[in-house]
């Protein structure tokens, strides 16, 4: 007895052993790849408080600035922003409002009609239904966005060329991967509250509102963090359709002209900083929806 | 109790449908009313904003025209194809859109990799998971400034790194080389593109029955066959997903190559042009030089690809599915 336990001993030591540096292994990995993910973002910032004029008297990388740091590139950018001359507020400050308004507007407009939809093709019955659902999926496999440029023939025709328009109506009627989405969420949903509600006299529309949402804000909130990225970082519609008028640019053009203007790197860098920081501090809130919002499209796939 | 009473009660508790009267059939109509209206929303915005499009294009590329006027269109015995196919910077534009798409692949086999490290749950491995999806979030026109600034010919960190390592001769001139300047596109991508992949890969790993690797362990399989046999065809679903969703973002690139290739004196994008993926020359063609039949044409043509691309996929994830 005592000397099969004996026996045992070493070997399970040994399998400890070989898991303890399996993980540290693993561990070690991770933390490479962290570090390759997270380079950027040092030599950025550090740059963007290193002075243009230590930037432009060293012949090499500056790992960090001997002068100490500065934070005038963030200064210049607010106050000899060229474009303020037509804008009046420096124009990465302009471009961010101009960004939120559009985005969230698209964002929750879409958000409203495509749920509706989806809302429809999940608990109402009507003549088509699944064919027109078919069809609605269908639309998905065309790669639309192959044609973003030759639209603009379309909405110079129609005249919208130089105002928002292109970029925010297309948006409202709703998006079929929403929909998609939504509707794998909802068929999920029991139909014992409708009946219920139905029964209290609530109308259709009425169901969809103060039943359907409120019981659904998981997904509604995934679908809305990932059209908000989109559309915050979104910079082919804006350089096609606002790019001639600096007061209807959007922070990603705003950032993209600056580079153009300024010639020192401490200056774009710190422009870049400025336009990533209020989507790092959103994920950082809410990093774990975003997770949870991915997670439950690969569970649904 | 009378067969009616039966149905009262029945009706009541909810377990059959009422009989349709009148008021319930007028309902039913409203209500069908309503469903088809709403369904009908999402499906006219397609028709309008993504049907309209490509059907003015398709018309446009056997046209010549006046700058953007669709009045001034007139048949052109397809002029317009001959130039674009005999154009060799289209061929060009091509070769580096394939080039950068590739990236998806690496990006992938980044994601599964990340993702099963992560799934091992060593100390950290919730902040890991964190901070891997950072670069996602990140606009692409900031992470080629980022980026821009790092490949810096003279300046940047990464041939300062190769001159502390390899000497002076292991510089790269990344923005003046046309060997290598591809290579910097190739790279910003598989930095930023991994991140959805892991999470993704990351719920699909946790979602495989674990009674399946229990089987596996007692008929002695090793921890390799185990990945071959179950891993792998368990997130075979995923895996289709994110290549096709990865490869038409690659096909597709357009953020990254606009910001690392503005146009140069010569006209060029990027040393002989290997900064110019073909949406990037579309966008230059239709935009630089207002011409949009040519404009049109290459975007069918990358329409078509992508589609294809798509459609192979999908076709092979259903194949994938039917032996499963």
Redesign the interface.
């Known amino acids: 007895m005592s000397a099969t336990e004996t026996a045992v001993l070493p070997a399970k030591r040994r399998k400890n052993k070989k898991v303890v540096a399996l993980?540290a292994v693993?561990?070690a990995?991770?933390l490479l790849?962290?570090i390759?993910?997270?380079?950027?973002?040092y030599?950025?910032i550090i740059?963007s408080l290193t002075s243009v004029e230590e930037?432009n008297s060293?012949?090499?990388?500056?790992w960090w600035p001997k002068e100490g740091i500065t934070f005038d590139s963030y200064k210049t950018l607010f106050t000899e922003d060229p474009f303020m001359y037509i804008t009046t507020i420096p124009s990465l400050i302009l471009g961010f409002i101009n960004t939120m308004w559009m985005t969230l507007l698209t964002v929750f407009v879409s958000l409203f009609?495509?749920g509706?939809?989806a809302?429809?093709?999940s608990k109402?019955?009507?003549?088509?239904?699944e064919k027109?659902?078919m069809?609605?999926v269908a639309?998905m496999?065309?790669?639309?966005?192959?044609?973003?440029?030759?639209?603009?023939?379309?909405y110079?025709?129609l005249g919208w060329t130089g105002t928002v328009l292109p970029i925010i109506?297309?948006g409202?009627?709703?998006?079929?991967s929403t929909?998609f989405f939504l509707r794998m969420y909802f068929d999920q949903m029991s139909n014992d509250t409708i009946?219920a509600a139905k029964l209290d006299g609530l109308g259709?529309?009425s169901i969809y509102v103060k039943i359907m949402i409120p019981l659904s804000i998981p997904a509604f909130v995934a679908q809305f963090i990932f059209s908000f990225?989109g559309g915050?970082?979104n910079?082919?519609g804006p350089?096609?359709y606002l790019y001639d008028d600096p007061n209807m640019w959007t922070?990603?053009l705003a950032?993209?002209e600056l580079?153009?203007v300024f010639s020192s790197?401490a200056d774009?860098?710190a422009?870049?900083v400025i336009?990533?920081v209020p989507?790092?501090i959103?994920?950082a809130c809410l990093?774990k929806l975003?997770?949870e919002g991915?997670?439950v499209?690969?569970?649904k796939? | 109790m009378a067969y009616q009473e039966k149905v009262a009660v029945a009706e009541a508790v909810g377990a059959v449908e009422p009989a349709p009267t009148a008021r319930r059939r007028k309902k039913i109509n409203k209500e069908a009313a309503f469903g088809l209206i709403t369904v009908l929303i999402p499906l006219i915005g397609f028709v309008v904003f993504s049907g309209f499009p490509i059907v003015i294009s398709f018309i446009v590329m056997f046209c010549d025209m006046d700058y953007y006027n669709l009045g001034s269109i007139a048949w052109n015995n397809f002029a317009t194809f001959q130039k674009v196919f005999t154009d060799d910077v289209f061929y060009r534009s091509l070769l580096v859109t394939l080039w950068v798409a590739s990236a998806q692949f690496v990006s992938l086999a980044i994601s599964l990799l990340m993702s099963v490290l992560l799934s091992k749950k060593v100390f950290g491995s919730k902040v890991f998971q964190i901070l891997f999806f950072v670069p996602y979030v990140c606009s692409s026109i900031a992470v080629s400034i980022m980026w821009m600034w790092m490949f810096n010919d003279s300046f940047g960190i990464i041939n300062d790194l190769l001159v502390r390592m390899f000497g002076e001769g292991a510089r790269v001139q990344w923005f003046n080389d046309p060997s290598v300047y591809t290579w910097m596109i190739f790279i910003v991508t598989v930095w930023q593109a991994p991140g959805y992949g892991i999470v993704m890969y990351k719920a699909a790993l946790g979602s495989v029955d674990p009674a399946l690797y229990e089987a596996a362990q007692m008929d002695g399989a090793n921890a390799w066959t185990q990945f071959y046999k179950i891993t792998l065809p368990s997130i075979a679903p995923t895996t289709f997903y994110l290549l096709m969703a990865g490869v038409i973002a690659g096909l597709l690139s357009f953020d990254i190559p606009k910001l690392f290739s503005p146009l140069d004196w010569t006209g060029e994008a990027g040393p002989d042009n290997m900064g110019l993926t073909t949406v990037l020359y579309v966008y230059i063609r239709g935009m630089t030089y207002h011409d949009m039949p040519a404009a049109s044409v290459m975007s069918w043509v990358m329409f078509v690809i992508t589609f294809i691309a798509s459609f192979i996929m999908f076709k092979m994830r259903n194949r994938k599915e039917r032996e499963a």
């Open positions: 993980r693993i561990f990995v991770l790849y962290t390759f993910l997270f380079a950027p973002f030599v950025t740059t930037l060293s012949v090499s990388f500056i009609v495509s509706l939809a809302y429809s093709y109402l019955r009507f003549k088509g239904r027109l659902f069809l609605q639309t496999m065309i790669p639309t966005a192959a044609m973003t440029m030759p639209s603009f023939l379309f110079d025709y109506i297309p409202l009627f709703g998006g079929a929909i009946e259709v529309f990225v915050y970082n910079y082919m350089l096609l922070l990603q950032l993209s580079t153009g790197n774009k860098c422009a870049a336009a990533l989507l790092l959103f994920y990093q975003f997770i991915i997670s499209g690969a569970g796939e």
